[in-house]
């Protein structure tokens, strides 16, 4: 599983570093760039909506190994098209990519989520610390074909086949445990009153009262105000990934240099923060967990916001990293609590988590555009104590004892 995240955190890194290089070939405004941007989302979005029933039609590895496959081809096509200078089918083939990978996504973290049941152990922080290392990676690679002149096509192209049959060979030997029925079992064929089975009647019972509704997270309070909590740490990971490096080049004029150390630092204090997850869950809760996570995200940004300091703004961004580990893994740990609904209840978390990322630049760029980005980092700061209110919910369920699971 480690290997499973790793690469597909690779694939998606490796679009993002080349942005500039097709920036560049195209000619494109930021404005262009911003619709190709929003191509991506809109059909990451459309990916989470169906995820769910397309987990529990193929179950969460088939669903993996079509995703990247899927990617395989949708982004090597995006990439040439682009190159080709035929930017509305290069955006398309974005669109599709967003599907697969979103696709992709949601199984991964269902798999993850029953490889941790199986394990008895909180293990969703190190799978999640994996895709960190494998974006962060994917940055390096894509500096390094940027300094030989690799094109891009070239470039991603080989690369996505690579992903593709390392994800494949990591499904061949990963145990099949994260096949769920995620939907209710039927009742047995007879009752049994000690050792005689009574056999049903054959004839239609007429149901008493009306038939119950079928199960929808989106009518689970729980499973929303999980995704809320998802929602919100995604919201402060994303907007420094955004950001951070620009407000701070504005605001406390740091040179593009120390804007973009200071992003790594906050991203090395936040994959340190899920390597060491398993332990703090373990030694704490979710609850402790996601309570002392949020008070980092709050007083994180607040340094950031008022210390006009350069290193208050590199500590903030740290504290601000260590703050905001948690909140997507424990979420997704926390939505496949019940197994028989774990595919669509991580399904949901998901897109109410992505959400952040698909309307979180917008909101940050429009409030920093009359107020100044630095200033614009105060809606973080409410929901974050908005996920320190909701922490309780994402409680651990309580084990039953040697009576009751006889």
Request: glycine share 10%; proline share 7%; charged share 10%.
């Amino acid at each position: 599983m480690l290997a499973v995240f790793a690469l597909l955190g690779t694939g998606f890194g490796s679009w993002l570093s080349r942005l500039p290089a097709v920036r560049d070939h195209l000619g494109a405004t930021t404005l262009e760039m911003s619709v190709f941007g929003l191509t991506l989302a809109l059909g990451s979005l459309a990916g989470l909506i169906f995820s769910g029933r397309t987990v529990t039609w193929l179950g969460p590895q088939r669903t993996l190994a079509v995703g990247v496959i899927g990617q395989a081809i949708a982004m090597p096509a995006a990439a040439a098209l682009f190159w080709a200078h035929l930017p509305v089918p290069a955006a398309a083939c974005l669109a599709v990519f967003g599907i697969t990978f979103a696709t992709s996504d949601v199984a991964m973290n269902v798999s993850g989520a029953a490889a941790e049941r199986a394990l008895d152990k909180p293990r969703m922080p190190l799978f999640h610390a994996a895709y960190s290392l494998g974006s962060v990676g994917s940055m390096g690679l894509g500096a390094v074909a940027e300094a030989l002149k690799i094109p891009v096509p070239v470039h991603l192209g080989a690369l996505f086949v690579l992903i593709a049959v390392g994800v494949l060979c990591a499904l061949r030997v990963i145990p099949n445990t994260a096949q769920s029925s995620d939907h209710e079992q039927l009742p047995p064929a007879s009752v049994h009153t000690g050792p005689i089975p009574i056999v049903a009647a054959a004839e239609p019972v007429m149901p008493v009262g009306p038939a119950p509704r079928a199960y929808s997270p989106w009518r689970d309070p729980r499973i929303l105000i999980i995704g809320v909590i998802a929602m919100s740490m995604s919201l402060a990971e994303g907007t420094a990934s955004d950001w951070l490096p620009l407000a701070l080049a504005d605001g406390r004029g740091f040179a593009n240099e120390a804007g973009a150390l200071t992003l790594g630092a906050f991203f090395v204090a936040m994959t340190l923060t899920r390597i060491a997850g398993s332990w703090l869950l373990t030694r704490f809760g979710r609850v402790a967990v996601l309570r002392g996570g949020a008070l980092l995200v709050v007083l994180g940004v607040v340094v950031v916001i008022l210390v006009p300091s350069t290193w208050a703004s590199v500590v903030g961004a740290v504290l601000w990293g260590v703050g905001c580990a948690f909140g997507f893994p424990v979420g997704i740990s926390a939505a496949a609590d019940n197994p028989k609904t774990a595919v669509r209840d991580v399904a949901a978390v998901s897109a109410i988590a992505y959400t952040a990322y698909l309307l979180g630049p917008m909101l940050i760029g429009f409030l920093g555009e009359h107020f100044g980005l630095l200033r614009a980092f105060w809606p973080i700061v409410v929901f974050a104590a908005i996920a320190f209110i909701c922490a309780g919910t994402a409680r651990e369920p309580a084990r039953k004892g040697p009576a009751e699971a006889s």
